[in-house]
C-alpha cells in the first residue's frame, strides 16, 4: 500500500466517558459505509503513548478506510483523559478498556474486535481472556508488567546518565528500592507511585488456553529485517523499522506498512470467520 496517509476517510467524533472516577478521552473513527466490524485500541504508556500517537492515529485511519470502525482513547492520567498518573495503576487502566468496550459493544451485533500496543496489549490480553471480543490482534506486548516497567526504568538510567542527572542513583534497583520503600519517582515526565510497581507484579501476559477458537495473535516487531511469519500458534513477526515507532522522535513519521497491512489482513480474516461461523 506504500506510505499510509493521514487523511480520515469520515469525519471523526471525540468525547468522554465515564471510568472509575475519571472521564476518560475517546475517538471514534467511522468507516465510510456499515462497518464490518468494531475495533478498540488499547495504546501505550507513559511516554510511549505520546512518542506513539501518530502511528496510533494513523492506524486507527487505516482501519477505517478499509471498513472497520475504531474507537481508541487516553487511559486516566494520559494524553486528553482526567486523573492524576500518580493515584493510578494497572488495576484502574483495566477498568478505563472494559468501559470503553462495553460502549463500543453496544448496539452493535457485529464483531468486536481488540488491537493493544506493547503496555495496552498486556491489558487487551486481560479483557479478552474474559471474552468481551471475538478477536484480538496484540503488537509487541511485555512478558509482565514489572518486565515493561524495569525496561522504562532502563532507558531513565540511560537517560540520567546522558543529561548528567544521575546523581547519587547508581542503578535501576536504586529507583526499585524507591519505589518498594513508598517514595514516588520520576519517570520520563511521569510519577511512578508504590501503589503502580505493587500492582505490576499481580499482571503478566494472560492468553487464552487451547480450548478458545476464537481469533487471535501475538505479533512480535522485529527490527533486524526477519520476513513476515504466518500465525502458526498463534505467533507472527513483522520487522519494522528501528528504533521502534513509540521510542523515537514523535514527529518523525514511521514507515510502518508492513505491519499495518499485516494487521489488517488479520483482521480481515478474523471477520470472515465470524462470519463463517453464524
Not at 532507558?155 to 524507591?178: C, H, I, M, P, Q
Request: net charge neutral.
Amino acid at each position: 500500500m506504500g506510505l499510509h496517509r493521514m487523511a480520515p476517510p469520515c469525519p471523526e467524533q471525540q468525547g468522554f466517558l465515564d471510568s472509575g472516577a475519571s472521564r476518560i478521552y475517546w475517538v471514534r473513527h467511522p468507516s465510510p459505509g456499515p462497518p464490518k466490524a468494531r475495533v478498540v485500541l488499547a495504546g501505550p504508556f507513559g511516554l510511549e503513548r505520546e512518542t506513539s500517537y501518530i502511528t496510533w492515529v494513523r492506524w486507527a485511519r487505516t482501519l477505517a478506510s478499509r471498513g472497520f470502525e475504531c474507537i481508541h482513547f487516553d487511559f486516566a492520567g494520559h494524553g486528553e483523559s482526567e486523573g492524576s498518573f500518580e493515584d493510578l495503576s494497572l488495576s484502574d487502566w483495566s477498568s478505563d478498556l472494559s468501559t470503553v468496550v462495553a460502549r463500543a459493544a453496544q448496539g452493535f451485533d457485529g464483531p468486536l474486535l481488540l488491537c493493544g500496543l506493547r503496555f495496552g496489549a498486556l491489558l487487551a490480553a486481560r479483557e479478552f481472556r474474559n471474552r468481551r471480543a471475538w478477536a484480538m490482534l496484540l503488537w509487541d506486548p511485555p512478558a509482565d508488567a514489572r518486565a515493561m516497567l524495569s525496561e522504562v526504568l532502563r532507558r531513565k538510567l540511560a537517560s540520567d546518565v546522558f543529561e548528567g542527572t544521575l546523581g547519587e542513583r547508581g542503578s535501576r534497583e536504586t529507583y526499585v528500592l524507591e519505589l518498594e520503600a513508598g517514595r514516588p519517582v520520576e519517570v520520563e515526565g511521569f510519577r511512578w507511585s508504590h501503589r503502580l510497581w505493587c500492582d505490576a507484579a499481580r499482571w503478566s501476559l494472560d492468553l487464552p488456553g487451547p480450548s478458545d477458537d476464537r481469533f487471535w495473535v501475538v505479533v512480535r516487531l522485529d527490527g533486524h529485517g526477519r520476513r513476515t511469519c504466518t500465525e502458526r500458534d498463534h505467533t507472527a513477526v513483522v520487522s519494522i523499522a528501528r528504533p521502534a515507532f513509540w521510542g523515537h522522535d514523535p514527529l518523525v513519521l514511521a514507515q510502518v506498512s508492513e505491519l499495518f497491512d499485516h494487521g489488517a489482513a488479520f483482521l480481515e480474516r478474523a471477520v470472515e470467520a465470524w462470519r463463517r461461523r453464524g
